[in-house]
């Protein structure tokens, strides 16, 4: 038997029957109609009806003008990476990527989805550590980053578990030294920011936008992604480079190193029968943050914080931290980790070690690219220095990862089920 489901603090509760899951996918039946009629038509290809009509779709939604279809979120980072490496320094030749011999400002505390299409274009990312009021790319820290490195001119940002990053200030940042922003939506699809008096989609803040419709993500297509632009010219390539970078002649003839990351008709299927239900998705979502929000207030964490003036986050994932003062010993180390308990404390892998005993689905926080082995060696800035006076870190992203965990968001999940996370939560700060 799990030693934690004998330990007395968690007497009297049983585990779920089915496992709880973080954020798995959430059909509703449309999806299996507009597959079905994709292979009814015989359009079982990158070409149909489906990827036209997700694509028009997705450019109203976000309120941009063009939008194109892809295999992944990663494929659509890719390429967008590439058009601005290509835009800031010209076209590559076939032995190096349009970022060789420059560095591109990215994210810290994000997956490494958003920093590897820098590698994959031979470029060096340097990551912007995090503020502490979204769990975004700080502004200070990239502003600083600017005076280190005043020859970058692209910027990669995500924003974090749906929360929308502080787009006015990095706008502006970037504004003042003419750098292109590429935005990382993949897990903010329908989260909103303000500007001025208008509300605005995420996936429209940047020069170049992409989104994700991963298995995990707040509507989903199974795999699939989008760039979105306001740019045609840069939307006729990015379709041009995904379907292999065919010219217009009979021959296969190539100008161009071409990709093949067009999004599947199928696939496209599913995200068309989802979109219905993204609103209905993001509501439930937001149900799960207020009753943990609700639920947890009486121990010593914060929920993952948002700015409730300027931005509408979709609530993609609810987080939580400890409070410094509550927490119990955990140490970590590249891939194992050993904890130990503390009456009235707690920690995320003792959080997160009790949650799967009972079959619920957690996560710590996604590691900061800075402290990932493959990363290690990249230059990574804080907004005011890497140490105090005692060496204690003052990497914002370090101390969320050290206290921070991810927690069940399904929107499949019951209240009752979720009392009985928040219960499983509470036992451990016994
Ligand atoms: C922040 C972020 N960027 C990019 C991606 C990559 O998207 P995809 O899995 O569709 O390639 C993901 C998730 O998968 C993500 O969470």
Same mark, same amino acid.
């Given at each position: 038997m799990n030693s934690i489901l004998s330990d007395s603090r968690f007497a009297g509760i049983e585990p779920f029957e089915s496992r709880l899951w973080i954020s798995s996918p959430t059909m509703h039946g449309e999806e299996q109609a507009w597959v079905d009629e994709a292979i009814r038509t015989n359009w079982v290809s990158t070409v149909g009806e489906n990827i036209d009509k997700v694509e028009s779709a997705f450019a109203s939604y976000t309120g941009v003008r063009y939008a194109v279809g892809l295999s992944a979120g990663t494929a659509a980072l890719h390429l967008a990476v590439r058009l601005a490496g290509?835009?800031?320094?010209?076209? +590559?030749?076939?032995?190096a990527g349009t970022l060789a011999g420059h560095k591109a400002f990215c994210s810290d505390m994000t997956f490494d989805a958003t920093a590897n299409p820098i590698a994959y274009e031979?470029?060096?990312?340097?990551?912007?550590d995090t503020e502490a009021d979204t769990w975004n790319m700080s502004p200070e820290a990239l502003e600083r980053a600017f005076e280190l490195y005043p020859d970058v001119r692209l910027v990669v940002l995500a924003h974090l578990y749906g929360t929308p990053a502080k787009m006015? @200030?990095?706008?502006?940042?970037?504004?003042?030294?003419?750098? =292109?922003?590429?935005? !990382?939506?993949?897990?903010?699809?329908g989260a909103k920011y303000r500007l001025g008096d208008a509300w605005v989609e995420t996936g429209s803040l940047g020069d170049y936008n992409c989104i994700s419709f991963n298995g995990n993500k707040i509507i989903t297509g199974s795999t699939g992604g989008m760039f979105l632009t306001d740019s045609k010219e840069d939307a006729d390539k990015v379709r041009k480079w995904s379907t292999q970078s065919r010219e217009a002649a009979t021959w296969y003839q190539h100008k161009e190193l071409g990709y093949n990351y067009r999004m599947s008709n199928i696939v496209a299927g599913v995200i068309r029968g989802q979109i219905p239900h993204l609103d209905e998705h993001i509501g439930q979502k937001r149900a799960i943050y207020e009753r943990y929000k609700e639920g947890l207030k009486d121990l010593p964490v914060q929920m993952n914080p948002y700015d409730e003036k300027n931005s509408i986050p979709n609530f993609w994932l609810s987080c939580m931290t400890i409070n410094e003062e509550a927490m119990a010993p955990d140490r970590r180390? @590249? %891939?194992?980790?050993?904890?130990?308990?503390? @009456? &009235?404390?707690?920690?995320?892998?003792?959080? =997160?070690?009790? =949650? #799967?005993?009972?079959?619920?689905?957690?996560?710590?926080?996604?590691?900061?690219?800075?402290?990932?082995?493959?990363?290690?060696?990249?230059?990574?800035? %804080? #907004?005011?220095?890497? #140490? !105090? +006076?005692?060496?204690?870190?003052?990497?914002?992203?370090? !101390?969320?990862?050290?206290? &921070?965990?991810?927690?069940?968001?399904?929107?499949?999940? %019951?209240?009752?089920?979720?009392?009985?996370?928040? @219960?499983?939560?509470?036992?451990?700060?016994?």
């Open positions: 290509e835009k800031l320094y010209g076209q +590559a030749g076939p032995g031979d470029g060096e990312a340097v990551f912007i006015k @200030e990095i706008r502006s940042v970037c504004e003042k030294h003419g750098a =292109l922003i590429i935005e !990382d939506a993949a897990e903010s699809l180390g @590249e %891939t194992e980790y050993s904890y130990q308990s503390r @009456e &009235g404390k707690s920690s995320p892998d003792e959080i =997160l070690e009790a =949650l #799967a005993a009972f079959q619920a689905e957690g996560r710590p926080v996604w590691k900061p690219m800075h402290m990932q082995p493959f990363y290690r060696s990249a230059p990574f800035i %804080t #907004a005011g220095g890497r #140490a !105090d +006076a005692e060496g204690r870190s003052l990497a914002v992203g370090e !101390d969320i990862f050290r206290r &921070g965990l991810c927690l069940p968001s399904d929107n499949k999940m %019951t209240p009752k089920q979720q009392e009985k996370v928040i @219960e499983i939560i509470h036992r451990c700060f016994a």
